[in-house]
């Protein structure tokens, strides 16, 4: 058994110190200059940084009905990394970082406050909580390196920090800056942006600046040397190091303090003045997130006081600190509200200065159904949900409720909006283009602004899993009876029209899964290889002597005579093959197999979809009455009747996942519709 030393020093073999040294580094002020030359980028804005974090995880091209999309790898792979994966949304992430982009390079939206828009549940706070991690995890990071800066106290050995993490450069007086940012740029090494100085030093930095000058007689150089010393600088929402946080509370227990700092009322004794800098704490939000970013909760929420101080922080980069002039400051503004908020604002003629310094990313719910599934299989799959098994399908009927909500019934005559569904998720249909689909989405702009939330959807999944402690799987049924059991008690449900609509949907999914499993069941029934392969050969057969018009000899008689026109019908009809239309059809595949014969090629029926349809179909008809899948329903079943139901069963296990007890399910769900006569064509 391995000991407690031994334990702790394998350990030890894993701890970089190396590391530790890169991220504790401290230097004096010339030092820090020498690393501009070398990395410039040190000294980008908290929009630079922002945008060449996201860019440095790698981006993709999608297309989405023809059109490219750029496809950020950070909201994807780094966010999958955190548990915080967002799929479907490359459309509005795009926007958002092109905004980011415009602010780096600085034409004009790093004077805004960026606001992500949109109904409940649809990942904006999911977003601004990535992009503060993001900016977290590249600070720490050889590309995301930044500085600060901390003075020399009166003992000589303690230092104290800039309390707004102010950048290096900010020392070097006005005057003697343009001399200096020339010969750094044009010595330093090669980089996207150029070197700036922007803004100046925070009240309390002033002042020790001040005090420290005067102690060296104006030589600001020397004073630098000697009096500061210059850190790596770690953001941390944790420790309240450049990523900030702010929630609207109670407004009797709120004052714009918290986004500006407050007096120290124990320290105005000891320096004699409220308006003596060393007795202010810099730790409001605003102040704490300079160098990064700042995230309000519920924005427009917040009361009126609040907001005038973000016209100033998003417009002139600046803060009021009680008792002092404007300071400066460099961070990233990010906000996010839903539509009722949004309208409040749109209404309130006193807000206009707000909404003129705000950039707008609508932030959709999610309308291509392959997403919606993957935002539930995150929380729902057979690594979190031990001991139950998730039945085919169980997420994707949710899934597909969830989208139906928010879509709009399509204007096109003879499209029901499930169809318009499945062409959002990639199928395609006869008549319908990409191009329609496109017109499609530009006939509703606002499409995904309305519907069902995830979180609700996550919520009825989750009360599925503990409302059946006896069963070993979950299937749709259940979650479906979920669904609507919840509808009527959704706080979210405007009215009675709404709670209607939202139920119809529901039988819509419900037909839909009828359609699938019955047509998985139908597969399982018809999966016998052998008896497709000697079906298939038979009807090829009579393909071949109608196409050249001669006779069939039969293969238990020896006997010749004409081809089997109903056996060729019955395998026709399967795909709707008309009778006008069956000539051609037969043509068809014989071209097929000939242009096949002369690459030395074997006709295999696997590699024609229609026709392989047909023949499962056809099979399937011939041997569901050999099965009496029907006298499942009425609980007498002879023994070979269930051996044939349990290869059947047997196949829905290895080709379509389920388990055991799920199958019988489906298998007996099936066979009541079977016994109903309500069999599919």
């Given at each position: 058994?391995?000991?407690?030393?031994?334990?702790?020093?394998?350990?030890r073999s894993t701890i970089d110190l190396n590391d530790y040294r890169k991220l504790h580094w401290e230097g004096t002020f010339d030092d820090y200059l020498n690393v501009i030359l070398d990395k410039p980028g040190v000294t980008r804005t908290a929009y630079q940084r922002l945008y060449d974090m996201i860019l440095g995880h790698g981006t993709e091209d999608v297309y989405e009905n023809k059109e490219k999309l750029t496809r950020f790898k950070f909201f994807t792979e780094f966010a999958t990394k955190h548990g915080d994966g967002i799929y479907g949304l490359d459309r509005p992430l795009m926007q958002l970082v092109n905004t980011f982009k415009s602010a780096a390079?600085?034409?004009?939206?790093?004077?805004?406050?960026?606001?992500?828009?949109?109904?409940?549940?649809?990942?904006?706070?999911?977003?601004?909580?990535?992009?503060?991690?993001?900016?977290?995890?590249?600070?720490?990071?050889?590309?995301?390196?930044?500085?600060?800066?901390?003075?020399?106290?009166?003992?000589?050995?303690?230092?104290?920090?800039?309390?707004?993490?102010?950048?290096?450069?900010?020392?070097?007086?006005?005057?003697?800056?343009?001399?200096?940012?020339?010969?750094?740029?044009?010595?330093?090494?090669?980089?996207?942006?150029?070197?700036?100085?922007?803004?100046?030093?925070?009240?309390?930095?002033?002042?020790?600046?001040?005090?420290?000058?005067?102690?060296?007689?104006?030589?600001?150089?020397?004073?630098?040397?000697?009096?500061?010393?210059?850190?790596?600088?770690?953001?941390?929402?944790?420790?309240?190091?450049?990523?900030?946080?702010?929630?609207?509370?109670?407004?009797?227990?709120?004052?714009?303090?918290?986004?500006?700092?407050?007096?120290?009322?124990?320290?105005?004794?000891?320096?004699?003045?409220?308006?003596?800098?060393?007795?202010?704490?810099?730790?409001?939000?605003?102040?704490?997130?300079?160098?990064?970013?700042?995230?309000?909760?519920?924005?427009?929420?917040?009361?009126?006081?609040?907001?005038?101080?973000?016209?100033?922080?998003?417009?002139?980069?600046?803060?009021?600190?009680?008792?002092?002039?404007?300071?400066?400051?460099?961070?990233?503004?990010?906000?996010?509200?839903?539509?009722?908020?949004?309208?409040?604002?749109?209404?309130?003629?006193?807000?206009?200065?707000?909404?003129?310094?705000?950039?707008?990313?609508?932030?959709?719910?999610?309308?291509?159904?392959?997403?919606?599934?993957?935002?539930?299989?995150?929380?729902?799959?057979?690594?979190?949900?031990?001991?139950?098994?998730?039945?085919?399908?169980?997420?994707?009927?949710?899934?597909?409720?969830?989208?139906?909500?928010?879509?709009?019934?399509?204007?096109?005559?003879?499209?029901?909006?499930?169809?318009?569904?499945?062409?959002?998720?990639?199928?395609?249909?006869?008549?319908?283009?990409?191009?329609?689909?496109?017109?499609?989405?530009?006939?509703?702009?606002?499409?995904?602004?309305?519907?069902?939330?995830?979180?609700?959807?996550?919520?009825?999944?989750?009360?599925?899993?503990?409302?059946?402690?006896?069963?070993?799987?979950?299937?749709?049924?259940?979650?479906?009876?979920?669904?609507?059991?919840?509808?009527?008690?959704?706080?979210?449900?405007?009215?009675?029209?709404?709670?209607?609509?939202?139920?119809?949907?529901?039988?819509?999914?419900?037909?839909?899964?009828?359609?699938?499993?019955?047509?998985?069941?139908?597969?399982?029934?018809?999966?016998?290889?052998?008896?497709?392969?000697?079906?298939?050969?038979?009807?090829?057969?009579?393909?071949?002597?109608?196409?050249?018009?001669?006779?069939?000899?039969?293969?238990?008689?020896?006997?010749?005579?004409?081809?089997?026109?109903?056996?060729?019908?019955?395998?026709?009809?399967?795909?709707?093959?008309?009778?006008?239309?069956?000539?051609?059809?037969?043509?068809?595949?014989?071209?097929?197999?000939?242009?096949?014969?002369?690459?030395g090629k074997k006709f295999d029926f696997r590699t024609n979809e229609r026709l392989q349809k047909a023949l499962e179909l056809k099979l399937f008809e011939d041997q569901k009455d050999t099965i009496k899948l029907t006298s499942l329903v009425s609980n007498v079943v002879d023994r070979a009747t269930q051996e044939k139901i349990d290869v059947v069963k047997a196949r829905l296990i290895r080709n379509y996942g389920y388990n055991d007890s799920s199958a019988t399910d489906v298998l007996n769900f099936v066979a009541s519709i079977f016994a109903r006569g309500q069999t599919k064509k």
């Open positions: 058994m391995a000991t407690s030393h031994a334990i702790l020093e394998s350990i390079l600085g034409y004009g939206t790093e004077r805004r406050v960026i606001l992500l828009h949109g109904p409940v549940g649809s990942a904006k706070s999911t977003i601004a909580r990535l992009i503060k991690r993001g900016v977290e995890e590249y600070s720490r990071t050889d590309e995301g390196t930044l500085y600060s800066f901390s003075w020399k106290n009166a003992d000589g050995e303690t230092w104290d920090k800039d309390p707004m993490h102010g950048e290096p450069l900010q020392l070097i007086p006005e005057e003697h800056r343009p001399n200096l940012l020339k010969m750094l740029n044009e010595q330093a090494a090669a980089h996207n942006y150029d070197i700036k100085i922007k803004g100046d030093l925070c009240p309390y930095s002033r002042f020790e600046y001040r005090e420290r000058l005067a102690k060296y007689d104006g030589d600001w150089l020397e004073m630098l040397r000697k009096e500061v010393k210059v850190y790596r600088l770690v953001l941390s929402e944790k420790d309240r190091i450049g990523i900030g946080t702010f929630q609207p509370k109670d407004e009797k227990n709120q004052d714009s303090t918290e986004l500006t700092g407050d007096i120290n009322y124990r320290k105005i004794a000891e320096y004699g003045s409220d308006s003596d800098p060393r007795s202010f704490n810099f730790d409001g939000e605003l102040n704490i997130a300079n160098r990064g970013i700042v995230e309000f909760i519920e924005v427009l929420k917040l009361d009126v006081a609040f907001l005038y101080d973000l016209l100033g922080a998003s417009q002139e980069h600046k803060i009021k600190p009680k008792k002092f002039a404007q300071t400066d400051i460099d961070e990233v503004i990010i906000a996010h509200t839903n539509e009722p908020e949004y309208k409040r604002l749109q209404s309130n003629e006193f807000m206009e200065a707000l909404r003129d310094r705000t950039v707008k990313i609508d932030i959709p719910y999610v309308t291509r159904l392959k997403d919606e599934v993957r935002i539930y299989e995150k929380d729902f799959n057979e690594v979190k949900v031990k001991g139950k098994h998730i039945a085919p399908h169980t997420i994707e009927v949710a899934a597909m409720w969830a989208i139906l909500t928010r879509l709009n019934v399509p204007k096109h005559a003879g499209l029901t909006v499930m169809q318009k569904m499945k062409l959002y998720n990639g199928k395609t249909m006869p008549g319908f283009t990409e191009d329609n689909v496109i017109e499609l989405k530009r006939d509703s702009p606002t499409e995904g602004m309305t519907g069902i939330s995830p979180r609700y959807i996550q919520d009825k999944i989750s009360n599925a899993l503990v409302a059946h402690p006896d069963e070993d799987n979950i299937n749709p049924f259940m979650v479906m009876k979920q669904l609507e059991e919840g509808l009527r008690h959704h706080a979210l449900i405007k009215d009675d029209d709404q709670y209607r609509q939202f139920k119809e949907l529901l039988s819509v999914v419900r037909e839909e899964y009828e359609d699938v499993v019955k047509n998985e069941v139908q597969r399982a029934i018809a999966a016998d290889e052998e008896a497709l392969t000697r079906l298939c050969g038979n009807y090829i057969d009579n393909v071949r002597a109608y196409t050249q018009r001669e006779k069939v000899r039969n293969r238990y008689t020896g006997d010749y005579g004409e081809p089997d026109e109903r056996l060729m019908r019955s395998v026709e009809e399967k795909i709707d093959i008309p009778e006008g239309r069956k000539d051609d059809f037969r043509r068809e595949i014989m071209n097929y197999i000939g242009a096949l014969s002369l690459d």
